[in-house]
């Protein structure tokens, strides 16, 4: 059983990130599916990443969904790199398995 000082922490950990209406950092959980589904491995989603992203007109709202939902499903820390060449952005993470929660 969880002691009083535990609860109370991760109820501030989960009230200061999610507003409790199936959302996470602003986003709901569909926006948040599909943006991790475009950057993580096909293969296996615990995997790290390393995905190159055209971003849209909304650039600011679509880096901080997709950096959103990297640590919704990993709780890693995400890095983007631009790529003039390519005119893309490369956004990695070192993946759920990599991560604090993951299989080790």
């Not at 589904?37 to 390393?50: L, Y």
């Not at 390519?86 to 759920?96: F, R, T």
């Amino acid at each position: 059983m969880r002691n009083r000082a535990q609860t109370e922490k991760r109820r501030k950990m989960s009230s200061s990130d999610d507003d409790h209406n199936g959302t996470y950092k602003g986003f709901d959980y569909a926006e948040l599916k599909a943006a991790f589904d475009r950057v993580a491995n096909r293969a296996d989603w615990k995997a790290p990443i390393n995905a190159r992203v055209k971003i849209n007109a909304d650039h600011a709202r679509e880096m901080n969904l997709i950096e959103a939902a990297i640590v919704f499903y990993t709780a890693t820390t995400t890095f983007w790199h631009w790529d003039e060449a390519g005119k893309e952005w490369i956004v990695s993470a070192d993946g759920y398995r990599r991560g604090p929660c993951g299989d080790h």
